[in-house]
Nanobody
Framework: QVQLVESGGGLVQPGGSLRLSCVAT????????MGWYRQAPGKQRELVAS???????NYADSVKGRFTISRDNAKNTVYLQMNSLKPEDTAVYYC??????????WGQGTQVTVSS
């Protein structure tokens, strides 16, 4: 069974950058479509970006042009490069593994705070 561990969150000023990482263990990473979600206080969890096992990417409109999702199957890792961060990007970011539309795992989450 796949397990996910995120890292890379923190406090950054508006306009700054962060790179989140999510390492998968326990299963064949390349089988899964991977996604990054986020949840701000008082709001529902929302999809930020996703990448299929073939490398096709998808982004929420709010992050297009600023965030980039990528994966390294040799390292069992998916990344989220976040540039030009805004205060409204503040949230807990979660990594997700999915196969044939079924959610197989969520990470524990990593906090991203954008504030001056």
């Amino acid at each position: 069974q796949v397990q996910l561990v995120e890292s890379g969150g923190g406090l950054v000023q508006p306009g700054g950058s962060l790179r989140l990482s999510c390492v998968a263990t326990g299963s064949i990473f390349s089988r899964y479509a991977m996604g990054w979600y986020r949840q701000a206080p008082g709001k529902q969890r929302e999809l930020v970006a996703s990448i299929t096992n073939g490398g096709t990417t998808n982004y929420a409109d709010s992050v297009k042009g600023r965030f980039t999702i990528s994966r390294d199957n040799a390292k069992n890792t998916v990344y989220l490069q976040m540039n030009s961060l805004k205060p409204e990007d503040t949230a807990v970011y979660y990594c997700n593994a999915k196969s044939y539309g079924i959610n197989y795992a969520w990470g524990q989450g990593t906090q991203v705070t954008v504030s001056s």
